[in-house]
C-alpha cells in the first residue's frame, strides 16, 4: 500500500485499485506541495468539521466525483455545498467498494463559523487487501486507545503537535495502546505553534516499542 503525507493531517492511503483521501487541506495549508486537482480519490473521509480538516474536501468530491464520508452532522454540510455524502456514526464498520470505514471516538470539538458538525471522530479504514490504518483525526490521549489496538493497525497516523491534540509524549502512550506496525506522525509543523522534532519522537518509539515511525514530510510518499 502507497501512504501519501500532504501536509497537516492530510493523508492518501493508495491499494492497487482503491484511493481514499482523508482530511485533505491544500489552499491555504503553509506546508502543502500538491494541487487539489492532483487527486482522484474513490472517496474522501474527514475525522472532524474544522477547516484544517474539512479543506480542499468539498472541491474534491465535486471535480473527482467521490463521496464524502463523515460522521451525519459533517456530511450533511458537505451535502449543502454540493458534495456527495455518505453519513455514518461512530460505531462498527461500513463495507464500501475500497474498503470498510469505521468511525471512533475522538476527544476534540467539532464545528466551523460556528455551526455544530457532530462529534469528533477518529477513522479506522480496512483496505481491500486487508491492511489496516488508523488516522487519529484531532484528538487527546485516551485509554480505549487499547480497543481500537486490538483490532490489529498496520498504520497508525497520530498528531503529535500539541495545543490542539497530543503531543509526542501522549503520542508515545498511545503507541502502545496502539500497537501499530508502523506510525505517521501528523499535525505538527505546520505552523509554529505546533513545532515538534519528529526525529526525537522517532528515535524514542523505537527504542521501546515495536513500533516503526516513518517521517514524510509534506508532498512525499512511501509503501508499507
Ligand atoms: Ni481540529
Ligand atoms: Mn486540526
Known sequence: MKITFIGHAG?????????VLIDPWITGNPVAKHKPTDFKPNAIILSH??????????????????????????????????????????GGPREYDFGKVMLTPAFHSSSLDGQYL??????????????KIYHAGDTALFSDMA??????????????????????????????????????????????????????????????????VLILNPGESTEI
Open 11 to 19: 493523508v492518501e492511503l493508495q491499494s492497487e485499485k482503491h484511493a
Open 49 to 90: 468539521g474544522h477547516s484544517d480538516h474539512i479543506g480542499d474536501s468539498i472541491a474534491i468530491a465535486k471535480s473527482s466525483n467521490s463521496p464524502i464520508i463523515a460522521i451525519y452532522e459533517l456530511a450533511l454540510y458537505c451535502h449543502s455545498k454540493g458534495a456527495k455524502v455518505e453519513g455514518m456514526n461512530m
Open 118 to 131: 457532530g462529534m469528533p471522530c477518529g477513522i479506522v479504514v480496512t483496505m481491500k487487501d486487508g491492511k
Open 147 to 212: 480497543l481500537i489496538g486490538r483490532q490489529g493497525l498496520e498504520l497508525a497516523c497520530l498528531p503529535i503537535g500539541s495545543n490542539y491534540t497530543m503531543d509526542p509524549a501522549a503520542a508515545f502512550e498511545a503507541i502502545q495502546l496502539l500497537k501499530p506496525k508502523y506510525v505517521l506522525p501528523m499535525h505538527y509543523n505546520t505552523f509554529p505553534l505546533i513545532s515538534q522534532n519528529a526525529q526525537e519522537f522517532k528515535k524514542r518509539v523505537e527504542s521501546h516499542t515495536g513500533s516503526k
